[in-house]
């Protein structure tokens, strides 16, 4: 049996974060590395990977480090969905077939338990479903009482859902050859060719088995999704202090805390797990890291800074900053006193517009958002929710109440008088406070 993993589209409501989201780093490897290896916890050995030309080398990169696996790679040239995916990489696909999302987060008992009824029963095609307590932007599924499926609703409005059962894409196929036959038949202006050609087997009579799961699942569609994938692998990770590791004498570890290769924790520094920290890192003198957060490797937590519930990208400098429940991607910097608040005066949930529609967070606490890149000058105040564009910069003293594009400068103009300095103090009043102190 072959894995299919479709990594050729390209998120389009992750800004400001622009890296493919199965490219992400927890816990010092990429996210398709962890998705391969839960693969092959479960059986699986050969992959079939479909990426896109800006990211296919970076893939065939991650998986010369994985022992023990065969991968074909096929190349989707423009972001078309997943039917085109599919066909972009029909010479390496036969007999019977799993396609994965790879930006979903799930454990290895998904492969096990659509694996396991696709053993026991005949279907045509087997899908994973979860049950959903409140409304989720995805496609969601229509069955009998036998869990057969009678149709995919893709995105319906809130409200308007048919079931609590959502559409996870790890999805089981006998036959490619049948599948890809109704996908050659499906007719639509929308991006779901390949939901519609499921719809169309169904009602040609092929049975598609939905089957239930409700293990972890963590999908990564905004910014901010990417916490319950952080707290997920921090959560399953063991306690561990690499042996090149420095930490003061001075300094207190409390908790779960990983500690790559050379990372070194100076005088007073307090880290209190869960915490993850990647190599070569440096916690400054003062400095305080807790509850869980995901620092890089290269980056400088310098002193005095607080640093609550993040996610860090590498190479990040830090000094004596605030940083609460925020997103940070590679390569950004925050001068001295400049802070990320994450909470709102009213106590309310934060809210992002996305598009044109104002999508709720979840969260009412949650930080700034900042692309690959940026700089934070001394004493700016970033708002909760606020997103900063890769490659921009915020000026001192900013008070930034919202986002700021990509490639952009926000600076506070300032204009200053200069007159002669015609004060004069009274040294008395000086001396009576230094004897009454």
């Not at 996210?31 to 693969?39: G, N, R």
Request: aromatic share 8%; glycine share 8%; net charge negative.
């Amino acid at each position: 049996m072959k894995a299919v993993l479709l990594c050729g589209g390209r998120g389009k409501r992750m800004f400001p974060v622009t890296e493919d989201k199965f490219l992400l780093d927890f816990l010092g490897k990429p996210l398709l590395q962890h998705q391969i290896e839960v693969a092959c916890q479960a059986g699986l050995s050969h992959f079939v990977i479909i990426g896109n030309p800006e990211n296919i080398a970076k893939i065939e990169q991650i998986t010369k480090k994985i022992p023990g696996i065969e991968v074909d790679f096929a190349l989707q040239k423009e972001p078309l969905g997943i039917a085109d995916a599919l066909k972009s990489a029909e010479p390496f696909l036969n007999g019977q077939l799993l396609v994965i999302n790879p930006n979903d987060v799930f454990s290895s008992s998904a492969y096990t338990q659509i694996i396991t009824e696709a053993q026991k029963t005949s279907a045509s095609s087997y899908i994973l479903g979860y049950q959903v307590q409140k409304y989720f932007p995805g496609g969601y599924l229509q069955t009998n009482s036998r869990n057969e499926l009678l149709e995919i609703v893709e995105k319906p409005k809130p409200g308007e859902e048919p079931s609590n059962m959502v559409n996870i894409l790890i999805h089981y196929h006998n036959n490619l050859e049948e599948l890809l036959h109704y996908i050659e038949t499906v007719q639509t202006t929308k991006d779901d060719v390949y939901e519609c050609a499921l719809d169309n087997m169904v009602k040609a009579g092929h049975k598609i088995k939905v089957v239930p799961y409700d293990d972890f699942w963590a999908p990564i569609k905004y910014p901010w999704h990417i916490f319950k994938v952080m707290e997920y692998f921090l959560d399953n990770a063991q306690l561990y202090v690499a042996p090149s590791a420095c930490i003061s004498e001075k300094a207190t570890i409390e908790g779960k805390v990983i500690l790559s290769d050379n990372v070194k924790v100076l005088e007073n520094a307090v880290i209190r797990g869960p915490v993850y920290i990647g190599a070569n890192s440096i916690i400054g003198n003062d400095a305080l890291i807790r509850d869980y957060s995901h620092i890089g490797s290269n980056s400088v937590i310098g002193y005095s800074t607080e640093v609550k519930h993040s996610y860090i990208g590498d190479n990040c400098w830090f000094h004596s900053n605030y940083v609460g429940d925020s997103i940070i991607d590679d390569d950004c910097s925050l001068g001295a006193g400049a802070v990320l608040a994450n909470f709102r005066l009213d106590e309310g949930n934060i809210q992002i517009k996305v598009g044109d529609s104002l999508v709720d967070t979840g969260y009412d606490k949650l930080g700034a958002m900042m692309g690959r890149g940026c700089r934070i000058g001394v004493n700016a105040s970033l708002m909760p929710g606020v997103r900063v564009g890769p490659d921009s910069s915020v000026g001192p003293q900013i008070c930034l109440r919202q986002d700021l594009e990509a490639s952009k400068m926000i600076l506070l103009e300032s204009r200053y008088q200069i007159e002669e300095n015609e004060t004069r103090f009274d040294e008395g009043k000086r001396q009576k406070l230094r004897k009454r102190l």
